[in-house]
């Protein structure tokens, strides 16, 4: 069990910490944020799992 909750917690540690992201705002491109990153779209993509270029407002986006 202990195993397990630290796993967990290191994992939530690493996203809101460790990796940038961005939380998509009504309007945003997704090459307009590759931009302001300065990461390739499919980079963005990869790092999210995606297959299409749609994004919905409130999305978070992990940055690469």
Do not use: C, E
């Not at 994992?11 to 939380?23: A, D, G, K, Y």
Request: charged residues 20%; hydrophobic residues 45%; positive net charge.
């Amino acid at each position: 069990p202990f195993g397990f909750i630290f796993s967990l917690f290191f994992s939530l540690f690493q996203f809101l910490f460790l990796w940038p992201h961005h939380i998509v705002a009504k309007g945003d491109p997704l090459w307009g944020i590759s931009r302001r990153y300065k990461v390739s779209v499919d980079a963005i993509k990869k790092r999210n799992g995606m297959t299409s270029d749609f994004l919905r407002p409130g999305d978070s986006l992990r940055i690469p």
